[in-house]
């Protein structure tokens, strides 16, 4: 399998053949920036996959090859992904725990509305809200197998501004998934390196039996973020 590829359990690899470069040229209203980000798209071979198999971003890809690794999104599985817009990781979250099966459950939510999507249950809020947990436990039906979170603040441009703000985010999450997850579960964070995050892995550590970092091949080579993959959360012990 190409690297460019994403191999989906029990399919087979998507197509990711070299495609002819595309070349756009600056127009009087587009900045160059804004070009070379275009091109970069037209470009991307995960792009192009997402479009051909109907994900609704290229972030499907990340998710894919996580589970491909790390394998915790199981069929019966009941699953939160937090910043679903536009819907990527819901997507492939639905196809692995398969809840049309009646057994697995994927509920989403995010301060954007997120297009319907067959299976999952799509909620429209802020996980910083008090209320969010109890809502998201009554949609899943219960606690939660799988906390998903790829939630990033807009750039701006700044690293070590962009850093402190990923992993605001990712820590947020994590005090979430503490609330709904079940003994035994399983969360996934978005983070930056920098050196904010240590407390963060501290506490990761501390709450889970297995603490991995992984950058899938769909992360751009050039982008700084990395993966936590916490499996096997002893519980909440707030002690």
């Known amino acids: 399998m190409k690297k460019g590829g ?5 399919g087979r690899a998507p197509t990711t053949a070299r495609a ?9 209203r587009r900045t160059a920036s804004s070009t070379q980000w275009l091109e970069r798209q037209l470009n991307d071979p ?3 996959e997402a479009r051909r198999l109907g994900y609704r971003s290229r972030a499907a890809f990340k998710l894919l090859e996580l589970d491909d690794r790390f394998h915790f999104l199981r069929p019966g599985a009941r699953v939160v992904d937090l910043g679903s817009a536009p819907g990527g990781w819901a997507q492939v979250a639905v196809e692995r725990v398969r809840p049309q099966s009646g057994r697995g459950r994927v509920v ?15 909620l429209r809020g ?3 809200d008090p209320a969010a947990p109890a ?26 501004t962009d850093h402190l703000r990923v992993v605001a ?16 579960g399983t969360f996934v964070a978005k983070v930056f390196h920098g050196g904010a995050e240590r407390e963060l892995l501290a506490a990761l550590k501390r709450d889970f039996t297995s603490l ?10 050039e982008s700084a973020e990395i993966y936590v993959v916490a499996q096997g959360f002893r519980g909440r012990n707030d002690a």
């Open 6 to 10: 994403a191999r989906r359990r029990g």
């Open 20 to 28: 002819p470069a595309v070349r756009i040229k600056t127009a009087k």
């Open 46 to 48: 995960y792009v192009r």
């Open 108 to 122: 989403g939510i995010d301060l954007l509305p997120v297009e319907p999507i067959a299976g999952a249950v799509l």
């Open 126 to 128: 802020d996980l910083l």
């Open 135 to 160: 809502a998201l436990c009554e949609a899943l039906g219960g606690q939660a197998d799988v906390v998903l979170s790829d939630m990033a603040a807009p750039s701006t441009g700044h690293a070590a």
């Open 169 to 184: 985010l990712a820590a947020a999450a994590f005090t979430f998934a503490r609330e709904v997850l079940a003994p035994g």
């Open 212 to 221: 991995r970092h992984a950058k899938p091949p769909a992360s751009r080579s």
